[in-house]
């Protein structure tokens, strides 16, 4: 089993940055693809970028450019998405999630999940 715990959540003007970050615990040793999901009021869950075990990232197209996932260290144990340029439509509930099949794209499905952490982004 693995446990994911985000943080870094919080408000932003637009043109801003934010930090999130994701502590991974239990079996991490088992990951292959670790990545970020995010869920708006009203809107289905949708996601916004995947880092696989070789460095290899996908991001979705609305935030390419603007985000960068990243892992933190070679245990496994920490990830980032760095947030820039901020918009409103950006706002939204920011799931962590991992799996540990090797395919690591957007549309695939991801076996542990976080609790999210709120990201915020007035005009």
């Known amino acids: 089993q693995v446990q994911l715990v985000e943080s870094g ?4 003007q637009s043109g801003g940055s934010l930090r999130l970050s994701c502590a991974a615990s239990g079996y991490t040793s088992s990951l292959r693809c670790v990545a970020w999901f995010r869920q708006a009021p009203g809107k289905e869950r949708e996601g916004v970028a ?15 450019g603007r985000f960068t996932i990243s892992r933190e260290n070679a245990q496994n144990t920490q990830y980032r998405l760095q947030m820039d340029m901020l918009e409103p439509e950006d706002t939204a509930m920011y799931f962590c999630a991992a799996r540990a099949g090797l395919e690591c794209e957007l549309r695939q499905s991801f076996d542990y999940w976080g609790q ?5 982004v007035s005009s």
């Open 9 to 12: 959540g919080g408000s932003a």
């Open 50 to 64: 995947t880092s696989d075990f070789y460095g290899r990232t996908h991001y979705k197209d609305s935030v390419r």
């Open 116 to 120: 999210g952490t709120q990201v915020t």
